[in-house]
């Protein structure tokens, strides 16, 4: 492992700590615990070797959390699916897109691209469901 890849993965480890105690303090228990559930879930998308896979299996969970809370908040995911869209899209979009991407094309590279875009992608699915969850 690199530097620059060490210092990112120390720098990831830390933002994933902080959030995880924002949660705690910012959220409902039962809310906490369907968010922290699909984050780590989230993580796990990000292993999936085949670039295209990882992200779609990464939205998926993101939107499945969507569907949990609004569920445990006692409104239908139907009944807000334009609501939930709408802030899904405005917390996914443009950092899920780009940071996804990235990690998901690094593992098209042979060997240590498998690992550094699994690294990327999970410090990055973790914080960005976090985030989606507050929202």
């Known amino acids: 492992m690199s530097v620059v890849d060490d210092k990112l993965l120390k720098s990831s480890i830390k933002l994933v700590k902080f959030m995880d105690k924002e949660a705690d303090k910012l959220l409902p228990q039962e809310i906490v615990d369907v968010v922290k559930l699909h984050s780590k879930l989230a993580v796990g998308s990000a292993w999936i070797p085949i ?10 969970t993101i939107w499945g959390m969507y569907v949990r809370i609004n569920n445990k908040i006692g409104l239908p995911f139907g009944e807000s699916v334009m609501k939930s869209i709408g802030s899904g899209v405005a917390t ?8 996804m991407g990235v990690g998901s094309l690094i ?22 469901t976090l985030a989606s969850g507050y929202v």
């Open 92 to 99: 996914n979009l443009a950092s899920y897109a780009a940071m």
């Open 107 to 128: 593992k098209l590279i042979p060997g240590i691209g498998t690992w550094t875009g699994a690294l990327v992608m999970s410090a990055t699915l973790y914080a960005i």
């Open 51 to 60: 670039p295209g896979a990882d992200i779609a299996a990464g939205a998926a």
